[in-house]
């Protein structure tokens, strides 16, 4: 791997970027799609106020924070004031109602880690999750979508990136491969760390202006983004030579044996530090992905001895085409 490690771009790598900007364009989704997500969200709250007066309904997930490619799934999160409710116990309820309106294939997952409840909405097809008081959710879906607006070239890259990993089958937590989430969080950190950065650190400006406290978790960074949107242009690589750059620092640079991902901060952190450097319980930190504001959770935790292998070859495939192929577009995407 070290002798590897300093390989060149391949000199004619900005002609990808056409063909990958294509790929890029191919995958926002329609104006109207945004539209039917918006009918869904009121249809949902008028049936939820009148039962819980008080509750909010928040978007979350790709269809909130900008990342979302078209025909996603819309994640919901009802936000009710009383902190101490039994959750299965409104999920129920909740489906009960959704079920005498009319929503198709209703379903409570009440078990699992984050309990849910799974619909469709017969009017607009769209299929959506509905999740309890997961408001750190809801503010980093706001985190990603604000760093998406200081440079295009963070979702050009993550949509490729997350199109990448849904056609190669690394996009799958219960197999032990990565979430979108994740994947956006190691390409804003990517982007972090070129020379000169395209990204700032919004958690370390020293001017903070969004603050929340959620869950006992201080959420504080800079969010007047619009004033970052310049921060980026010294730096003028094209996306063909960042997609590259993605996967060889994936495939060949980054030490997985000793840090951790994170975008909170420029420094390195150390998986030492974290106390990340064994398997506990379940959890074994073969990749180690900070979250950016619930810092003790560690979002590579799914990944096992077996697909931290599958994930490094399939870096290593995906940087290889990119440098070797005279077209690799097709070959990039192919589905495994
Ligand atoms: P796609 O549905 O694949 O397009 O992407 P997505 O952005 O909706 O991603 P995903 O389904 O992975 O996650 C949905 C949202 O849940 C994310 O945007 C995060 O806000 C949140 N989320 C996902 N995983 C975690 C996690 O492990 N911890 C926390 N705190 N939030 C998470
Ligand atoms: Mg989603």
New binding site residues.
Partial sequence: RIARKHIHCRGDIDMLTIPLLRIYESLIPPEEEKEKQRQLLISLEKLVVNEWPHAHLFL???CA?S???SN??V?VCLVLRDADIDKSEILLKLAEILQSANFQNVQALTRARVPIIKLKDPVTGVSCDICINNV??VV??KL?RDYAQIDVRLPQLAFIV?HWAKSRGV?ETYQGTL???AY?LMCIHFLQHRDPPILPCLQETKIVTYHKIVDNIECAYFDQVEKLKTFGSDNKESVARLVWGFFHYWAYCHDYANTVVSVRTKNTVSKRAKDWTRRIGKDRHLICIE?PF?TS?D?GRVVDKYSIKVLREEFERAATILQTYPNPCEKLFEPF
Avoid: P
């Fill in positions: 979350f997930g790709s924070n990342f979302g490619v996603s799934d994640d750190l959710a980093n879906t990603l997350k996009n979430s979108s989430y956006v979250d619930e959770h979002l």
